[in-house]
């Protein structure tokens, strides 16, 4: 039995507040709150190490740039991305040293992406009810009582999240009940991007899919190879049977042959990061937008320039050497939904604008990063 604390009660209310309000205008300023909250309700000395510290400086230095530079217009965004990354980063942890059992992990984690994207859910069944299964102008209108529409790469990014779920299906000795509810909400999360003709989405489920099932057979060569052939007899047996819409197959096909650029150039992605780059060797300060890099690490480096992007790598680097030390634990069912939340994170981060496109998704990719560092350290 967990008896938190009346401040922790709180700090976890106001959290489940941020993740129902998601998609609301207002959002931003629940999140400072929240943020807020958790330098003063978390012991002032736990879970500041060194990721912890740099990322502190890196929100610090980016926030000074991008007011420098006139990149944001909200005070509370520049609050928000000030404080949100550490206090979401050191939250994770301690939600890890809270909720110690791998089964109350799951359904901690459950309750968060579930709350997270439950707006988002009943957004696009309102949308469907309008438009039909598919949606090709790719906004879903009437976004919450706002009367605004947001674009379509905020609500692929926000699918991820539940996207990764799929991983419940090969997550071995997990309660049926809960290993259900991760795959309904995976299978909801794919709709969603579905409905939107979003092709990152389909690529990170995939991504999802055919990684944690090999985490699942636990890395034998024998299992592998079955696992896989099965998988690829089933989409097979899809893709003849006319399982998927004709009306679904014809808007990706539209999409492809669309200006936007097709797979081969990663939807136009690799002309834009081309001049990312380019852009990045000639001003180390930064550079004006003109478009999005749709990348994190090079969007990072065009507001704040070569010594934000330095910094933030640090932290990247540390949070790629706890999923490997991850990937050396026994791995639970628990385990097997951070591995592959990870995976779809970091794959939405190397395609979109993350932070300009959703604060509140960058400070949960800082709250998982918190976690998986936790977790790849923890006594077991």
Same mark, same amino acid.
């Given at each position: 039995?967990?008896?938190?604390?009346?401040?922790?009660? +709180?700090?976890?209310?106001?959290? &489940?507040?941020?993740?129902?309000?998601?998609?609301?205008?207002?959002?931003?300023? $629940?999140?400072?709150?929240?943020? /807020?909250?958790?330098?003063?309700?978390?012991?002032?000395?736990?879970?500041?190490?060194?990721?912890?510290? =740099?990322?502190?400086?890196?929100?610090?230095?980016?926030?000074?740039?991008?007011?420098?530079?006139?990149?944001?217009?909200?005070?509370?965004?520049?609050?928000?991305? &000030?404080?949100?990354?550490?206090?979401?980063?050191?939250?994770?942890?301690?939600?890890?040293?809270?909720?110690?059992?791998?089964?109350?992990? *799951?359904?901690?984690?459950? /309750?968060?992406?579930?709350?997270?994207?439950?707006?988002? $859910?009943?957004?696009?069944?309102?949308?469907?009810?309008?438009?039909?299964?598919?949606?090709?102008?790719?906004?879903?209108?009437?976004?919450?009582? %706002?009367?605004?529409?947001?674009?379509?790469?905020?609500?692929?990014?926000?699918?991820?999240?539940?996207?990764?779920?799929?991983?419940?299906?090969?997550?071995?000795? *997990?309660?049926?009940?809960?290993?259900?509810?991760?795959?309904? &909400?995976?299978?909801?999360?794919?709709?969603?991007?579905?409905?939107?003709?979003?092709?990152?989405? $389909?690529?990170?489920?995939?991504?999802?899919?055919?990684?944690?099932?090999?985490?699942?057979?636990?890395?034998?060569?024998?299992?592998?190879?079955?696992?896989?052939?099965? =998988?690829?007899?089933?989409?097979?047996?899809?893709?003849?049977?006319? +399982?998927?819409?004709?009306?679904?197959?014809?808007?990706?096909? !539209?999409?492809?042959?669309?200006?936007?650029?097709?797979?081969? *150039?990663?939807?136009?992605?690799?002309? +834009?990061?081309?001049?990312?780059?380019? *852009?990045?060797?000639?001003?180390?300060?930064?550079?004006?937008?003109?478009?999005?890099?749709? !990348?994190?690490?090079?969007?990072?480096?065009?507001?704040?320039?070569?010594?934000?992007?330095?910094?933030?790598?640090?932290?990247?680097?540390?949070?790629?050497?706890?999923?490997?030390? /991850?990937?050396?634990?026994?791995?639970?069912?628990?385990?097997?939904?951070?591995?592959?939340? !990870? +995976?779809?994170?970091?794959? %939405?981060?190397?395609?979109?604008?993350?932070?300009?496109?959703?604060?509140?998704?960058?400070?949960?990719?800082?709250?998982?990063?918190?976690?998986?560092?936790? /977790?790849?350290?923890?006594?077991?």
């Amino acid at each position: 039995m967990y008896k938190l604390k009346f401040k922790y009660k +709180i700090l976890l209310i106001v959290f &489940l507040m941020v993740m129902l309000t998601s998609l609301w205008p207002k959002n931003i300023y $629940l999140l400072v709150l929240f943020s /807020l909250l958790t330098y003063v309700i978390l012991p002032i000395r736990r879970w500041w190490n060194s990721a912890a510290l =740099v990322l502190f400086v890196f929100s610090l230095f980016y926030s000074m740039m991008a007011v420098m530079s006139d990149q944001f217009g909200s005070g509370f965004t520049l609050i928000a991305i &000030l404080i949100s990354p550490v206090g979401l980063y050191r939250f994770g942890q301690w939600l890890m040293y809270n909720f110690y059992e791998d089964k109350v992990r *799951q359904k901690l984690f459950l /309750l968060i992406i579930t709350t997270y994207l439950l707006p988002l $859910l009943i957004l696009t069944f309102k949308d469907v009810a309008l438009v039909g299964i598919v949606n090709v102008s790719r906004v879903m209108e009437g976004d919450l009582e %706002s009367g605004e529409s947001l674009a379509a790469t905020l609500y692929g990014m926000m699918s991820s999240f539940g996207i990764a779920c799929i991983a419940s299906l090969f997550a071995k000795g *997990q309660n049926f009940g809960i290993r259900l509810l991760y795959i309904i &909400l995976s299978i909801f999360s794919l709709f969603v991007v579905i409905h939107l003709v979003n092709r990152t989405g $389909l690529v990170v489920f995939v991504i999802c899919l055919l990684a944690t099932l090999v985490l699942s057979t636990d890395m034998k060569i024998s299992n592998i190879m079955s696992s896989l052939i099965f =998988v690829g007899v089933l989409a097979f047996i899809v893709a003849k049977t006319g +399982i998927i819409s004709e009306d679904i197959m014809s808007a990706y096909m !539209n999409r492809e042959m669309s200006s936007t650029g097709g797979a081969s *150039q990663l939807g136009g992605r690799s002309d +834009i990061w081309a001049d990312a780059l380019h *852009q990045l060797a000639t001003h180390p300060l930064g550079w004006e937008r003109v478009r999005y890099a749709h !990348n994190l690490w090079l969007d990072i480096a065009r507001v704040g320039g070569w010594f934000a992007l330095l910094l933030f790598i640090v932290p990247t680097f540390k949070w790629i050497g706890s999923c490997f030390r /991850l990937l050396r634990r026994s791995i639970t069912p628990f385990i097997i939904i951070i591995l592959s939340m !990870n +995976i779809a994170m970091f794959l %939405s981060s190397f395609v979109e604008p993350v932070i300009e496109g959703s604060v509140l998704f960058f400070s949960l990719l800082m709250m998982m990063w918190g976690v998986t560092e936790y /977790l790849s350290r923890e006594i077991y």
